[in-house]
Antibody, heavy 122, light 111 residues
């Protein structure tokens, strides 16, 4: 059974870069044709799609975050990562890594990690 | 303000049916059938309940159903149960902005 697990610092200072990693178990990123993604949820608020990456490295970002986001994939370690630069308090949120229901770009998000809380504060 | 509009709350008694609406535009909900619905219990990750407007992921209860008319999609929960009490989010792809958009969420309360 495929599982996703987020990891990374729970506290980031304003103006610095938030870095998170999603480790995939029960399957291999390189053997599938899925777009692996990141979604976040500020405390008490709704969901926001951040972006997605194909196993080959092709990316698809939310235009509202595109200038600050980098998503990369490490097939050798079966992981994909998120970097969000120049963070502010508005980036405080639970960050989820996700895998879609089926292969292809325009697929709903089926498998979710448990989420990791990241707080931006000095 | 969320790109897709949902009612903040909906409530119903056990056994009843409730419907949650999700209103967008012709550039997202109204174009193609790329609307999905997610259920989220407190402190948990969201769970996919409906995709492509009305399709049910394997293993999920048929008490959940989806539909769409114009720029508004709907999620109906039939035979409401206590375990259905949760937040529900709609989601649609927006071709104009090439991004996935979510609604603000609807809190379902079972009375």
């Amino acid at each position: 059974q495929l599982q996703l697990q987020e990891s990374g610092p729970g506290l980031v200072k304003p103006s610095e870069t938030l870095s998170l990693t999603c480790t995939v178990s029960g399957g291999f990123i390189s053997s599938s044709t899925y777009y692996w993604g990141w979604i976040r949820q500020p405390p008490g608020k709704g969901l926001e799609w951040i972006g997605s990456i194909y196993y080959s490295g092709s990316t698809h970002y939310n235009p509202s975050l595109k200038s600050r986001v980098t998503i990369s994939v490490d097939t050798s370690n079966n992981q994909f990562s998120l970097k969000l630069s120049s963070v502010t308090a508005a980036d405080t949120a639970v960050y989820y890594c996700v895998r879609p229901y089926s292969s292809g770009l325009l697929q709903p998000f089926d498998i979710w990690g448990q989420g990791t809380m990241v707080t931006v504060s000095s | 303000q969320s790109a897709l509009t949902q009612p903040a709350s909906v409530s119903g008694s056990p056994g009843q049916s409730i419907t949650i609406s999700c209103t967008g535009t012709s550039s997202d909900v109204g174009s193609y059938n790329l609307v999905s619905w997610y259920q989220q219990h407190p402190g948990k990750a969201p769970k996919l309940m409906i995709f492509e407007v009305s399709k049910l992921p394997s293993g999920l209860s048929s008490r959940f159903s989806g539909s769409k008319s114009g720029n508004t999609a709907s999620l109906t929960i039939s035979g409401l149960q206590a375990e259905d009490e949760a937040d529900y989010y709609c989601c649609s792809y927006a071709f104009s902005s090439t991004a996935w958009l979510f609604g603000g969420g609807t809190k379902v309360t079972v009375l």
